[in-house]
């Protein structure tokens, strides 16, 4: 729907949440991705597992981002662990 | 000629190699990454984000190829459950000589672990499940390719 904001959630971030993701109003364009996941945190149950945003990483339109980047137009927040690719320690 | 394929089914190494010799260079590196049994672990799981993660072997492979003089490269990278013993991901290079094919290679795992959104769950026998934390390290080593 136009106007919403797209989350994703991956590995223990979904787990904790219970969802993949969801659609939420769109925040102000100069809203910033820390911003947006203070405000799920918030709403406490298995969003406290977004409560350390030290421990998250997160991409907007499948890019990665820092958590001071504003909102602005994008559509897709995607909000995730440290990734983990390639081989066990290889 | 650069392939990517993310997928479920497991890796053709030896198809991988071939395809990567045939592009008439003096030199073909490889690295194929495999599920390590330690601690009891009896299942990984690859977790990814669909798009983002082709998206982000693109701009990789990319960046590799920009930066080293290559013929080819081809990176697999499975997603799903693998038992220990399974590969897990295969990089391949193919250069006119040794040392573009080997440091490419090294390059594009080492930023594959710490560029693309892949995560990885460990399963046990007893029961136990954890996802893998994130190694300072590897963060140290991709960015240790940006001061070179």
Do not use: N
């Not at chain 1, 979904?14 to 799920?40: S, W």
């Not at chain 2, 990454?33 to 990789?60: K, N």
């Not at chain 2, 590799?64 to 990176?75: K, T």
């Amino acid at each position: 729907m136009a106007g919403d904001l797209a989350l994703l959630y991956f590995a223990w971030v979904r787990e904790g949440i219970g969802v993949d993701g969801e659609r939420i109003a769109r925040p102000a364009a100069a809203a910033t991705v820390a911003d947006v996941i203070a405000a799920l945190a918030g709403r406490g149950g298995g969003y406290a597992v977004l409560a350390d945003v030290t421990r998250l990483r997160a991409a907007l339109d499948q890019d990665f981002v820092t958590m001071d980047t504003q909102i602005g137009d994008a559509v897709e927040l995607a909000i995730f662990p440290p990734v983990t690719g390639g081989a066990v320690g290889g | 000629m650069m392939s990517l394929s993310v997928q479920r089914d497991d890796i053709d190494v030896g198809a991988e190699l071939a395809a990567l010799e045939a592009l008439g260079g003096g030199g073909v590196a490889s690295f194929t990454g495999i599920v390590r049994g330690d601690g009891g672990l009896s299942e990984l799981l690859l977790d990814h984000y669909p798009g983002m993660t082709e998206r982000a072997l693109e701009t990789i492979a990319a960046q590799a190829m920009a930066r080293w003089p290559l013929l080819g490269l081809r990176v697999v990278h499975r997603v799903g459950a693998l038992a220990p013993g399974e590969r897990i991901v295969f990089v391949g290079t193919a250069s006119r000589h040794r040392t573009a094919a080997l440091e490419s290679c090294a390059f594009l795992i080492d930023w594959l672990k710490t560029r693309a959104p892949f995560w990885k769950k460990e399963r046990f026998a007893d029961g136990r499940e954890s996802w893998v934390e994130a190694l300072p390290a590897d963060e140290a080593k991709a960015e240790g390719w940006e001061q070179v």
